[in-house]
């Protein structure tokens, strides 16, 4: 009978982590002994000790080592954490200053950014959202969290939950898009993957929602920027996510690095307490951001570091990641009595608990003898290249280019991405290498072998950047010698992610050129797109037979296309995000606000460009498959059910083509009328399916209270009565409709 905690472990991972953890099996205290063990903790430590907690600390640039002055911090227990210490040994040695050096023998947390992978890298989350599939965040984060803390990690600063309308924002490849629906079940997956059912297990690390809150809000997508948005959007858009991750478990929070409504996110007392700590009963930790609260001096919203220290604590910031505020002036500002005691004992006492739930009270220490056989282990590579095919999109297959017909005998592959081993572990890389990396190329190459006499050749053709298009004579040329072009463009590993905004999203440098000149050979061409975000991509929708979104797909990437560009897995991933057709129509994202005036291509007086369609390039939940679904037999359980009741709605989804396939049958729902504008449609419900040539499945969603209701203009969560609408389809544009009532009192 395995553990509780391995009970919920994927079925696959199993045995890997049976054999790596025999003997080892962990917990953390009981609940019930966690507060008198924090409060009997508490009363022992002076103040100097207790403000020592709320520090975290980063590690020497590049070495992640720990510095030298921070040995003697660590020793003297005036550290609470650090982050970026890397690797099992590093780790225990810093740990062994805190718990055998320093007089109460507090261990310290040692956290870093595992956002999509330790050394085996999984697609970025806005790729694995395009999976449509919350068992393989899971998966991907349970492994992520199994490498993390073979080298003694607790904590990761994932799952980033932030709702991102704006592609021209870098840190949108970070989340899992701009629906609050699919980023909550997303979010609440990672959370489970993370921590599973006990962060204190030897394969667990503990999560961290972030960033709290509206960060993907910046203004203009430029990173760090201010965030100007209603509560009702707050509360409706940019919460729920966080909810989900909470409802998770998740224990640990990180504050944002904008303001909102002018207050900066690191000491707004209304996010960080009222909403949180009195609304949510969160009881876990919240850092701030990397020297957030020291920022605030440069929001100008605080006068000096000690102004900023007593903001921020004041306003329910546990941690304070870097800056060095907290250590500086809390001593004198509580002296002076800007900063009561109990607001210091809180915070200590939210950091202590979760320690104690990552029960490093019990085991301070990681097994070195672990992390060689954990980390980069061949399953979780094997895991990777699974989760890379099933998060792949087929945005266009014209012709049935795709896929690549077992006659083919000569493939180039060209492109400044083809054969690029660090895109694809994109800006958030742990300690992935590049060395790891399967590149297309390499994928394609090792596909072929055994499959008798088929060449691919490559040729790079230009940079992602700059002027020189000195390769396109060569990238032609081999074209000309194939009977199929692979044509792999994007973006490099620093184009998105933290500090990666972009003013526009068009393809950087000569590709588009090169794709243009690719396809003007005549030689039928596919286009492979490696990105952090979406792109515009217009001429290349119009013109290219077949384009493939890879996203940056990380450590296996290169096989996993190579499955999908061959068909041993057909593609079923979708888009968690709306494609533009050009970066002026940002924001566009398909659950907006009704408009007095929708768009009517021959009304000039209705909300639209005069120089563009009104519809995206792609839309939310759009993506193809090799094969073709139809869907049938909408049926809701009931054509009037009263506010607090419940509808079930079934749909058939049947494959009608000719291989084995999958589809995400996406349930969206439509307010006809309610007293404050609803989206014009908003997800409800979503399913992905595999079914065999001809299989049907019929698939079943439960709408209740929680989803047909809505925050009314006082915040009230409410249902009220009229007409709604659900459409079952195969992306958010389409599908079958039908119509009940929610009946008055
Ligand atoms: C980022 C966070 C990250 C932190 C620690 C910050 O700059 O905004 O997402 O967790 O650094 O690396």
Redesign the pocket.
Known sequence: MPSPCLRSLPSRLVPLVLLGLAGLARSAPPARDVEPRVNELLARMTVEEKIGQLQQLDSVPNTWAIRDEHRDLASRGLVGSF??IRGAKAINEAQRLAVEKSRLRIPLLFGF?VIHGYRVIFPTPLAEASSWDPAVAERAAGIAAAEAASTGLKWT?AP?VDIARDPRWGRIMEGSGEDPYLGSVLAAARVRGFQGDDPAAPDRVLACA??WVAYGAAEGGRDYNTAELSEHTLRTTYFPPFRAALDAGAQTF?CS?NTIDGVPASANPFTLTKVLRDEWHFDGLLVS??ESIKEMIAHRTAADGADAARQALNAGVDME?VSRLFAEHLPKLMEQGKVPPAKLDEAVRRILRVKFRAGLFEHPYVDESREAKVVGAREHRAAAREIAARSTVLLKNDGGLLPIKPATRAIAVIGPLADDPDAPLSHWRGDGRVEDTVTLFAGLRSKVQGRGDVQVTYAKGCDIEGDSVDGFPEAVRLARQAELAIVAVGESSAMSG?AGSRSSLDLPGHQLNLVKTIQATGVPTVVVLYNGRPLTIGWIADHVPAIVEAWLPGTEGGNALADVLFGDVNPGGKLPVTFPRTVGQVPIYYNALSTGRPAKADNRYTSKYIDLPSDPQFPFGYGLSYTRFELSSLTLSAKSIAPDGKLTVSVDVKNVGDRPGDEVVQLYLRDEVSSVARPVKELAGFRRVTLPPGGTQTVRFELGPDRLGFLDANLRFVVEPGQFQVTAGTSSVGGLTEGFEVAGP
């Open positions: 982050l970026n950014d600063f980033m972030k960033h990180m690095f951001d990397y990641m933290e």
